[in-house]
Structures are given as C-alpha cells and as structure tokens.
C-alpha cells in the first residue's frame, strides 16, 4: 500500500491548481475584471484629490479592501464547486488526504490573493495618492489579512459546495466571517498610512492573526468531515 | 491482500428504496459482478463499498491480515472508476496520471506504458482530456483507477464508450490484475459478466 506524506499531496493539489487555472483562467478573469474595472472607476470618480486631507487615511483604507474584497470573492468562491461541476470531487476524495485537498487550494487562493494585491495596492497607491508611511506595516498587513481572507474564503467555499445555489450561500456564509476581518484589515491598513512606526499596525494584525487562526483551527477539524460526507 | 466484507447493506434516498440487504465478500484473486438493471442501485453499492456514500442499514469491513481497517486507511487499497467520476480535461492524459500517482505516493510508474495497454497511442498522452473522445477519456480513467496496484478495485461499467478493441484490453487488465485484487465489476454487459467467480442480482 503506497501513501505519499500530506506535504507532498498537498504541493500536489496545489500544483493542479495553478496548472488548471492557467489554461483555463477562470478565477484569473473574474478577479482580474473586477479589481480593474473598480479600481479604474474609483480612481476616475475621486482620483487624488477628491477626498479631504483628514479623510484620506480612513477611506483609501476601506476602498482598498473593498476592492480587494469583492475582487477576491468573485474568484476564491469556486474553488470547490468547480470540482463538483466538473464531477472530478470524487476522484479527489478517493486519492487525496482530506486535508492535503484543504492545504493545496488554500495555498493556492492564498497565491491568487498575493498576486492580486502585489498587482492592486501599488497601482492604487500611484491612482489614488495613497501615500503610506509604513510601507512595512502596509506589507504585514496585506500578506496576514490575504492569508486570513484565503482561508476564510476556502473554508465556506468547501461548506457550499455540494449545495444548490451556492453563490448565494458564499455571501450569507462569509459574510459573518469576513465581516470582522475587513474592519481589522481597514484599520490596519489606516495605521500603515497615518504613522510611520510599524508597531501601529500590531493591534489591528494582532485581531486580523487571530480571526484567521480561528477559521483555520475550526477549518482542520471540520473539513474532513465536510470533505467526505 | 485486503477483503471486503459486506453485510446486510441497504440504501434509501429519501422515501425512495435503493437497495435492500446485500451481503456478502470481496476476497483478493476473485471477480464479484454487481448485476442489475438500470436504477437497480449497482452504483451506489459501488459508492457504499468504497467508502463514499453511507448504507442506511449494515456495514461493509475492510480486512487485511484479519485486522479491521480505519475508512480513512481504505482509500489507499482503492481504485474505482465510474461513469460519474471525471477527471482533469484541462490537463493532458499524462498529467492526469501524473497526478494521481504524486497523490497516491506511487514514484515510480511508466504512465506511457500503462496508456498503451489500455489502447491509448503515444500521440494522444500529452493532449488534453477536453479534447478526448468518451472512450479515450474511460481509457485514462481505467489507467487512473489501476496505477497505485489497488488491493480493491471497483470498476462500474468498466467498458462504456470502449470500443471493441477496448472492451479486449479492459478484459486483459482485469486478468492481469485479478491475481492481486479484489474486484468488483458493476455491469449489464453480458462480455464482462463473464468475468466473474461470483455475482450479486440486484434485480430483486
């Protein structure tokens, strides 16, 4: 009897991810278009100097995640249905680890949110005049609440899967989840901008790392049950 | 050598009656044919023997050496291939198996070799499954099912979409590999009923 270590089924998950998503470009497109098309259409509507100087820092902040938000939504929602759709789940079940198939698309939504942001914030800085006094704290900030909002995002995106009408179902499922997190994300990424000490960024990262340790810890214990039944 | 042992399983689907009280074994070095017709419940005995699906009456075992297997331990003996079961069209035949021999923990396989037994040319490995016939398609899942050396293999409908020749080399992979699995082969097909030591009739 063979059995390869959860590592090694987990790169394994994650390297048909990205093979797959780079021929078939699904989540690629849907996040790309509507982080684009809103970033354009924000930046075109208030552009650099359409909000008051003590406003910018709050509400740049929650733009930014907005976009990002809803961009990664569009995206990360799928990557359990596609494989119910596509009748491949059952493939996946009797050769994979439950958890290997948690890690491998987790990694890989995680990715998909890292590009997403090393492509938007920079883009959105220049567009906007988001000026950023911590660009270290801004970096802390996008890279634990992209991890948090992967993990989250891949959690309720394996729940509803096997459900009818399971886009509906993301947003009425993430929405609590997330909810928290986006605030803990904007006032981090609010402290970046006001304050050229990293440490300001900690109480927010401090909520945003703990939001997403939670998710995970419930999302190993829970999955495999998901996953099989 | 693993054993399947099955009692006493059946299955509703709501108010609906799927199967009633199958038992029985799957012993290594033998072929057990689940006959039946359409909507008989022959898939979903499939399903429950490998673990996907639960019996709402009775329990099906996994033995090896006598000692009773974990659920999470019988995936690894497990190989299956069924109608609703897909693989990867956007990945090529090759990467398929690639694939599921890296999930499986299988290191050293000759993937080309395995295709051509079951009829599949060298030019058609680095293609597309999307791009696949349904008979080519059922060749790569066979190959899927069989690349880890299975202990159980569940094979439903083993030879839908194969064409003659390819019903005679699923015929051939059964034979070669009945020595060291149990199988399990879901049919209506007259050809592959033939291939059995024992059968279950759902028909009633």
Same mark, same amino acid.
């Given at each position: 009897?063979? #059995?390869?270590?959860?590592?090694?089924?987990? %790169?394994?998950?994650?390297?048909?991810?990205?093979?797959?998503?780079?021929?078939?470009?699904?989540?690629?497109?849907?996040?790309?278009?509507? *982080?684009?098309?809103?970033?354009?259409?924000?930046?075109?509507?208030?552009? /650099?100097?359409?909000?008051?100087?003590?406003?910018?820092?709050?509400?740049?902040?929650?733009?930014?995640?907005?976009?990002?938000?809803?961009?990664?939504?569009?995206?990360?929602?799928?990557?359990?249905?596609?494989?119910?759709?596509?009748?491949?789940?059952?493939?996946?079940?009797?050769?994979? #680890? /439950?958890?290997?198939? =948690?890690?491998?698309?987790?990694?890989?939504?995680?990715? =998909?949110?890292?590009?997403?942001? *090393?492509?938007?914030?920079?883009?959105?800085?220049?567009?906007?005049?988001? @000026?950023?006094?911590?660009?270290?704290?801004?970096?802390?900030?996008?890279?634990?609440?992209?991890?948090?909002?992967?993990?989250?995002?891949?959690?309720?995106?394996?729940?509803?899967?096997?459900?009818?009408?399971?886009? @509906?179902?993301?947003?009425?499922?993430?929405?609590?989840?997330?909810?928290?997190?986006?605030?803990?994300?904007?006032?981090?990424?609010?402290?970046?901008?006001?304050?050229?000490?990293?440490?300001?960024?900690?109480?927010?990262?401090?909520?945003?790392?703990?939001?997403?340790?939670?998710?995970?810890?419930?999302?190993?214990?829970?999955?495999?049950?998901?996953?099989?039944? | 050598?693993?054993?399947? $042992?099955?009692?006493?399983?059946?299955?509703?689907?709501?108010?609906? #009656?799927?199967?009633?009280?199958?038992?029985?074994?799957?012993?290594?070095?033998?072929?057990?044919?689940?006959?039946?017709?359409?909507?008989?419940?022959?898939?979903?005995?499939?399903?429950?023997?490998?673990?996907?699906?639960?019996?709402?009456?009775?329990?099906?075992?996994?033995?090896?050496?006598? #000692?009773?297997?974990?659920?999470?331990?019988?995936?690894?003996?497990?190989?299956?291939?069924?109608?609703?079961?897909?693989?990867?069209?956007?990945?090529?035949?090759?990467?398929?198996?690639?694939?599921?021999? $890296?999930?499986?923990?299988?290191? *050293?396989?000759?993937?080309?070799? %395995?295709?051509?037994?079951?009829?599949?040319?060298?030019?058609?490995?680095?293609?597309?499954?999307?791009?696949?016939?349904?008979?080519?398609?059922?060749?790569?899942?066979?190959?899927?099912?069989?690349?880890? $050396?299975?202990?159980?293999?569940?094979?439903?409908?083993?030879? @839908?979409?194969?064409?003659?020749?390819?019903?005679?080399?699923?015929?051939?992979?059964?034979?070669? =590999? $009945?020595?060291?699995?149990?199988?399990?082969?879901?049919?209506?097909?007259?050809?592959?009923?033939?291939?059995?030591? @024992?059968?279950?009739?759902?028909?009633?």
């Amino acid at each position: 009897m063979h #059995r390869s270590t959860l590592l090694a089924e987990s %790169l394994a998950v994650l390297g048909k991810e990205v093979a797959s998503e780079l021929r078939r470009r699904v989540a690629l497109n849907a996040i790309g278009l509507f *982080a684009v098309t809103t970033l354009v259409a924000v930046a075109y509507q208030i552009g /650099p100097y359409g909000l008051a100087e003590q406003d910018r820092p709050f509400l740049l902040s929650a733009l930014l995640w907005i976009i990002l938000f809803f961009a990664a939504t569009a995206g990360l929602s799928r990557v359990f249905v596609k494989e119910e759709d596509a009748h491949t789940a059952k493939a996946l079940r009797l050769a994979a #680890r /439950p958890l290997a198939v =948690l890690y491998g698309k987790l990694l890989f939504n995680l990715l =998909l949110l890292l590009a997403l942001e *090393a492509i938007i914030v920079p883009l959105y800085c220049a567009l906007m005049g988001f @000026a950023v006094k911590s660009v270290g704290g801004l970096v802390l900030v996008m890279v634990a609440g992209g991890a948090a909002f992967a993990v989250t995002s891949t959690f309720v995106a394996a729940i509803i899967a096997r459900a009818s009408g399971s886009n @509906a179902l993301f947003a009425i499922l993430a929405l609590p989840l997330l909810l928290p997190l986006l605030v803990a994300v904007i006032a981090g990424t609010r402290a970046a901008a006001g304050s050229p000490e990293l440490l300001a960024v900690f109480p927010a990262l401090r909520a945003v790392v703990s939001l997403g340790g939670v998710t995970m810890v419930t999302a190993i214990l829970l999955f495999p049950v998901v996953w099989r039944d | 050598m693993v054993t399947v $042992r099955f009692r006493d399983v059946a299955k509703r689907f709501g108010g609906q #009656r799927v199967l009633a009280g199958v038992s029985g074994e799957l012993r290594p070095g033998r072929v057990l044919v689940v006959a039946g017709p359409n909507g008989s419940g022959k898939s979903t005995f499939l399903n429950i023997l490998a673990g996907l699906l639960r019996p709402s009456r009775g329990d099906v075992q996994y033995l090896e050496d006598d #000692r009773v297997l974990d659920q999470e331990d019988w995936y690894p003996t497990l190989g299956v291939a069924a109608p609703d079961m897909a693989l990867y069209e956007e990945l090529t035949a090759f990467e398929n198996l690639q694939l599921f021999a $890296r999930l499986r923990g299988v290191h *050293a396989h000759d993937h080309a070799a %395995l295709l051509e037994e079951l009829g599949l040319a060298a030019a058609h490995h680095h293609k597309p499954l999307g791009a696949f016939s349904s008979g080519m398609k059922q060749r790569v899942k066979l190959a899927q099912a069989v690349l880890h $050396r299975p202990s159980v293999l569940l094979l439903d409908e083993p030879s @839908a979409n194969l064409d003659e020749d390819g019903h005679r080399r699923v015929a051939g992979l059964v034979t070669r =590999l $009945r020595s060291e699995a149990a199988i399990a082969v879901a049919t209506n097909d007259p050809r592959e009923m033939a291939w059995g030591d @024992a059968s279950i009739d759902l028909a009633g």
